[in-house]
T-cell receptor, first 112, second 113 residues
Framework: DAKTTQPNSMESNEEEPVHLPCNHSTISGTDYIHWYRQLPSQGPEYVIHGLTSNVNNRMASLAIAEDRKSSTLILHRATLRDAAVYYCILRDAGGSQGNLIFGKGTKLSVKP | ETGVTQSPTHLIKTRGQQVTLRCSSQSGHNTVSWYQQALGQGPQFIFQYYREEENGRGNFPPRFSGLQFPNYSSELNVNALELDDSALYLC????????????FGEGSRLTVL
């Protein structure tokens, strides 16, 4: 699976939008972009995933660059509960394994 | 719908001992993956089981082994424990091996002294 690059940490104010960037310059055509987050003392939690088009769900939006070499996870209104480590992961749609390759992620702090 | 549950939540072992960790997958999920998460690091894939067969393995030695049962629950066994095995062990279940979403449990925290 291809590698992703994320900032180590970011800060946000409560109720403001947050844009979490991810670079994946070696992405292949069959790689999906997945985002998971891990709250303190919990297991990772699925956030969103996409292939080419922007995606929205109840938790977040995923904006994917036209060349797919980068993407941005958007939290529209950060809450204190959104403070977590966010992982951007590439996953081959044609792969026979369900393994995810996690990096160190971005630690998001949310200030009241 | 019951989520992924793991047991025990915490345990302490000494070097050379053996440990068994257990995972009950989410209802209807036939695939279980195990991950090891050292402090300050992202989770690392250990192996995956699909319909009771190992279906992929990460870079872990053979002393890490597993089982999946007919009800799709799973065990992770680690023999000859080493200090570096101290970590959070996470179980994730999914429907199918290439599923879009993995559902993780809260993990078992293993400390090796």
């Amino acid at each position: 699976d291809a590698k992703t690059t994320q900032p180590n940490s970011m800060e946000s104010n409560e109720e403001e939008p947050v844009h979490l960037p991810c670079n994946h310059s070696t992405i292949s055509g069959t790689d999906y972009i997945h985002w998971y987050r891990q709250l303190p003392s919990q297991g990772p939690e699925y956030v969103i995933h996409g292939l080419t088009s922007n995606v929205n769900n109840r938790m977040a939006s995923l904006a994917i660059a036209e060349d797919r070499k980068s993407s941005t996870l958007i939290l529209h209104r950060a809450t204190l509960r959104d403070a977590a480590v966010y992982y951007c992961i590439l996953r081959d749609a044609g792969g026979s394994q369900g393994n995810l390759i996690f990096g160190k992620g971005t630690k998001l702090s949310v200030k009241p | 719908e019951t989520g992924v549950t793991q047991s025990p939540t915490h345990l302490i072992k000494t070097r050379g001992q053996q440990v068994t960790l257990r995972c009950s997958s989410q209802s209807g999920h036939n695939t279980v993956s195990w991950y090891q998460q050292a402090l300050g690091q992202g989770p690392q894939f250990i192996f995956q089981y699909y319909r009771e067969e190992e279906n992929g393995r990460g870079n872990f030695p053979p002393r890490f082994s597993g089982l999946q049962f007919p009800n799709y629950s799973s065990e992770l066994n680690v023999n000859a424990l080493e200090l570096d095995d101290s970590a959070l062990y996470l179980c994730a279940s999914s429907l199918g091996v290439a599923a879009g979403e993995l559902f993780f449990g809260e993990g078992s925290r293993l400390t090796v002294l």
